[in-house]
Each structure stands twice: as structure tokens, then as C-alpha cells.
């Protein structure tokens, strides 16, 4: 009887410790592949560039209206008024980022803060359909342009939420579909805008 009692405490020992190698091995094994070996999960998902901490942009001025920055996402470009070839490049982005959102195109919009004299031209308007031109070189658009960030900005489209806030930066020279993709992940978690 004494036999057959450690024979079966063997057995059910062998069968407490196979099921808690079943568990205790794939832990083990995730814990050194992410802790020791060179393969990391990617640390960021995003393209751009995170403006942190965020910055809430003035609501209103005299040379754009309350609702500019608050009724839906918003692609900025700040350059100069009379729009450089790297300007014209930035604001074409902008303008294939928007079309290629397909049915969510209407909750973006596209934005040029011109920080110099800027001569509204009918071919710029033709090439720039739907484009708000926000003349940002008088005092009252200070505080606005102040907000982003001046490092690259000549190279930066930014996105700004639609509560008014400027999260996050990207740079023009990179590859545009980073940019679309990041729109397209921040309008599809979104519940605004």
C-alpha cells in the first residue's frame, strides 16, 4: 500500500510540475527574449514627431476666427508669404494627405499661417482649393505663430486636434505616407472632430 501511495504522490507531482512548466515556460521565454536579446518591440508607432507637453493655440484674433482651430483636425504649414518651392512642396502634402483620407477628407482641413506679405494669386487659389490662408505677420497672429515650434519649421507640417491643440510635427522630407497613416490612426481613435 506504501508503494502504491508514492506512486501515485510521483505521479501527481510529475503532473503538478508539467503544468507549471506549460505556464511558466512561455513567461520565462518572453522575459528573455525582451529583456535579453537584441529584438525589442517598436518603441513608437508614430511618424512624426509628439509635441510634448501640448500646446493649446490661441482661440481667436482678428485675423482668423474662433472656430478656425476647433471644428476639425488641421494640417498647419507656417512659412513665409510668398511661398518658396519648399512651401509649395509642403502644401501639395498636405493637400494629397487630405485627399487620400477618402470618406474622413471632410474632418480635416488644411491650413497656411503665411508669416510674411502674401499676395493671394488666382493660380495659387486654383492649386490650393479649400486652402484657409491665415496672415500671420501682424501682432494680433504673434501668439499664434509663437506656439510652433520654430526649430524645422520651414520643413514642418504640423496636426493640430480639434479642441486647438498642436500635438505633433512632421517632417516634410520624410516620406509622406508616414504622415497620412499617423492622420489616419488619430481619426480613427478619435471620438471629435
Known amino acids: 500500500m506504501n508503494a502504491s501511495l508514492q506512486a501515485v504522490r510521483a505521479r501527481n507531482l510529475r503532473t503538478v510540475a508539467?503544468?507549471?512548466?506549460?505556464f511558466l515556460i512561455p513567461l520565462l521565454l518572453a522575459f528573455c527574449m525582451y529583456y535579453g536579446a537584441s529584438w525589442r518591440p517598436a518603441q513608437r508607432t508614430n511618424h512624426g514627431e509628439l509635441i510634448?507637453?501640448?500646446?493649446?493655440?490661441?482661440?481667436?484674433?482678428?485675423?482668423?476666427?474662433?472656430?478656425?482651430?476647433?471644428?476639425a483636425w488641421s494640417?498647419?504649414?507656417?512659412?513665409?508669404?510668398a511661398c518658396d518651392d519648399v512651401c509649395k512642396g509642403a502644401l501639395y502634402v498636405m493637400q494629397q494627405?487630405?485627399?487620400?483620407?477618402?470618406?474622413?477628407?471632410?474632418?480635416?482641413?488644411?491650413?497656411?499661417?503665411?508669416?510674411?506679405?502674401?499676395?493671394?494669386?488666382?493660380?495659387f487659389v486654383h492649386e490650393?482649393?479649400?486652402?484657409?490662408?491665415?496672415?500671420a505677420a501682424?501682432?494680433?497672429?504673434?501668439?499664434?505663430?509663437?506656439?510652433?515650434?520654430?526649430d524645422g519649421r520651414a520643413h514642418a507640417i504640423f496636426i493640430v486636434d480639434p479642441l486647438g491643440n498642436l500635438m505633433m510635427g512632421?517632417?516634410?522630407?520624410?516620406?509622406?505616407?508616414?504622415?497620412?497613416?499617423?492622420?489616419?490612426?488619430?481619426?480613427?481613435?478619435s471620438n471629435i472632430g
Do not use: C, W
Open 18 to 22: 508539467l503544468l507549471a512548466a506549460l
Open 52 to 71: 510634448l507637453p501640448v500646446r493649446n493655440l490661441p482661440r481667436a484674433s482678428a485675423a482668423y476666427g474662433a472656430t478656425t482651430f476647433t471644428h
Open 75 to 81: 494640417l498647419v504649414y507656417v512659412g513665409a508669404g
Open 97 to 123: 494627405t487630405q485627399l487620400g483620407l477618402n470618406h474622413d477628407m471632410h474632418r480635416v482641413q488644411r491650413v497656411f499661417l503665411a508669416t510674411g506679405p502674401f499676395d493671394m494669386q488666382e493660380s
Open 128 to 135: 490650393h482649393p479649400g486652402l484657409i490662408v491665415i496672415h
Open 138 to 150: 501682424g501682432p494680433e497672429t504673434e501668439e499664434l505663430v509663437r506656439q510652433f515650434p520654430e
Open 170 to 189: 512632421f517632417d516634410t522630407r520624410e516620406n509622406p505616407k508616414g504622415l497620412r497613416e499617423d492622420l489616419i490612426k488619430l481619426l480613427t481613435l
